[in-house]
């Protein structure tokens, strides 16, 4: 009975003490927030608001990594901060470190970041907005405490610590992931993380393979309440910024674009973050000191409800309420795909081996029993859960076929895919799939028993990647 109780115990304390991380963390983005959200968010919920200006993002502050500061469970670790281990606990001396005397507690955040941001002032910041010193008189200020959030869900605070400290006096209370706990537990990043770039490794893993900030290929840390991006060393496309052309806050403004060559978001203003030790120089040359930390200053005029406030802060209630969900399959490709869905409820009926969809690929499918050849679903079953090194069309099965074949292809992170059929003449006959997918295999049937017999070209495009291949259709 008693190795009973310790083997129950332990169940419960696994349980109770899982590990989280960015596998295990929960993330729920609406199919209607905008994409650059989609892309690169993780571990938060993002719902547009009643009347589209806003997007909600809602997360609550947990590292999802180790740390000494969370009170036991899995993420815990002992404390071995850098510096010398002769360095007593307390105020921080040279190059010691201390840890802070307070542990991780999960608080619910929303902020409301408006969808086409408005300057406030229309032009960039200047010096005077950036002292390092908090003022709460002034209105562009961000207030102290929670301005922003990180790609992972963590807190992103006003870069100045509490009062008139500057930060660098706080610095030696950080983690290994540039983090720590407030007064009341809240776990947040003043500065740059390598937390925010491990969740770009894992959504984007064909672009992104460091996670050491500033020598990651993209580098992207959040966003601040009135949307303000806050990037590192590089742009969203991997090129690197004109250092010396960037305001008091290291920022400027363009369009956002990936690496792709989308452009995600348009005409905004961000800042870079792209300095590793602390000084008071001008390396850039563009004429201020080096930017270290987050946003001081707000940009554009934000959704806090004091009229003499325009800079932001988190609350505990959108600015403006969540606009109605509508429940159902999202996934393009699905039998039950349902175009007006704006959150995926897991219902998805997918036509993958041997099984097809019998109607429209628009909610109204239904999924049937397809060619019946069990070689086709042999061969996907080999890759499911694995994922591709290489985009590919990995095969075409029957072929020559009649009326339905079966199209598997390979892509290694999340992309937008496209499957369409040509003639010979080059005309498009039919698109089999557009749209964003997951890292994986994926299959798609092709019916065409309402064209003619002869050759055809399936053609998939995803990015700056282009494969054809010949298909012959028997009727």
């Known amino acids: 009975m008693k190795y009973f109780l310790i083997w129950m115990s332990i169940i419960v304390n696994n349980i109770i003490f899982a590990q989280y991380n960015l596998e295990t963390c929960t993330t729920d983005i609406a199919t209607d927030v905008p994409f650059f959200f989609q892309k690169y968010f993780h571990c938060v919920k993002a719902r547009m608001s009643t009347s589209g200006d806003y997007v909600n993002l809602y997360f609550n502050g947990k590292p999802p990594y180790n740390t000494w500061y969370y009170d036991g469970g899995e993420n815990d670790i002992t404390y071995n901060a850098p510096g010398t281990p002769a360095c007593p606990p307390g105020p921080p001396s040279g190059d010691c470190y201390f840890q802070v005397p307070n542990d991780i507690v999960e608080v619910d955040y929303v902020i409301s970041i408006p969808v086409n941001p408005v300057a406030i002032d229309g032009i960039l910041k200047g010096q005077n907005s950036?002292?390092?010193?908090?003022?709460?008189?002034?209105?562009?200020?961000?207030?102290?405490?929670?301005?922003?959030?990180?790609?992972?869900?963590?807190?992103?605070?006003?870069?100045?610590?509490?009062?008139?400290?500057?930060?660098?006096?706080?610095?030696?209370?950080?983690?290994?992931?540039?983090?720590?706990?407030?007064?009341?537990?809240?776990?947040?990043?003043?500065?740059?993380?390598?937390?925010?770039?491990?969740?770009?490794?894992?959504?984007?893993?064909?672009?992104?393979?460091?996670?050491?900030?500033?020598?990651?290929?993209?580098?992207?840390?959040?966003?601040?309440?009135?949307?303000?991006?806050?990037?590192?060393?590089?742009?969203?496309?991997?090129?690197?910024?004109?250092?010396?052309?960037?305001d008091a806050q290291h920022g400027h403004v363009h369009d956002l674009i990936d690496e792709s060559g989308a452009v995600l978001l348009e005409n905004r203003y961000h800042t870079h973050i792209c300095y590793t030790s602390f000084t008071g120089d001008d390396n850039t040359g563009n004429g201020y000191e080096d930017?270290?930390?987050?946003?001081?200053?707000a940009y554009y005029i934000s959704t806090n409800t004091d009229p003499n406030k325009n800079a932001c802060e988190a609350s505990t209630?959108?600015?403006?309420?969540?606009?109605?969900?509508?429940?159902?399959?999202t996934n393009s490709s699905a039998c039950n795909y349902n175009t007006s869905a704006t959150v995926d409820d897991a219902s998805c009926i997918l036509a993958t081996g041997c099984?097809?969809?019998?109607?429209?690929?628009?909610?109204?499918?239904?999924?049937?029993?397809?060619?019946?050849?069990?070689?086709?679903?042999?061969?996907?079953?080999?890759?499911?859960?694995?994922?591709?090194?290489?985009?590919?069309?990995?095969?075409?099965?029957?072929?020559?076929?009649?009326?339905?074949?079966?199209?598997?292809?390979?892509?290694?992170?999340?992309?937008?895919?496209?499957?369409?059929?040509?003639?010979?003449?080059?005309?498009?006959?039919?698109?089999?799939?557009?749209?964003?997918?997951?890292?994986g295999y994926h299959s798609v049937n092709w019916n065409a028993d309402n064209l003619p017999s002869g050759v055809y070209l399936i053609r998939m495009d995803s990015e700056d990647f282009t494969q054809t291949q010949k298909v012959v259709l028997v009727q």
């Open 355 to 439: 099984d097809s969809c019998s109607g429209a690929t628009d909610g109204s499918g239904t999924l049937v029993d397809g060619d019946g050849t069990i070689g086709n679903c042999e061969i996907l079953s080999l890759f499911n859960g694995l994922i591709p090194e290489e985009f590919s069309i990995h095969s075409i099965y029957p072929n020559p076929f009649n009326p339905i074949t079966n199209i598997t292809y390979g892509i290694p992170e999340y992309t937008n895919v496209q499957i369409i059929v040509y003639d010979l003449s080059g005309k498009q006959v039919e698109t089999l799939m557009n749209g964003f997918q997951t890292p």
């Open 291 to 297: 930017h270290e930390f987050n946003p001081e200053s």
């Open 130 to 246: 950036v002292d390092g010193i908090f003022n709460a008189s002034d209105a562009n200020e961000y207030p102290l405490g929670t301005i922003g959030a990180a790609l992972n869900g963590v807190n992103i605070y006003n870069p100045v610590a509490a009062g008139d400290d500057l930060i660098e006096d706080e610095m030696y209370g950080f983690d290994l992931y540039s983090g720590h706990p407030d007064f009341g537990g809240a776990y947040h990043y003043h500065s740059t993380s390598q937390g925010p770039l491990e969740v770009l490794k894992y959504k984007i893993p064909n672009h992104v393979t460091q996670t050491t900030p500033g020598s990651t290929e993209i580098e992207l840390y959040g966003i601040s309440c009135d949307g303000i991006v806050i990037m590192g060393c590089t742009e969203l496309d991997k090129s690197l910024p004109d250092f010396s052309l960037l």
């Open 317 to 329: 209630a959108p600015y403006e309420a969540d606009a109605p969900i509508t429940t159902g399959c």
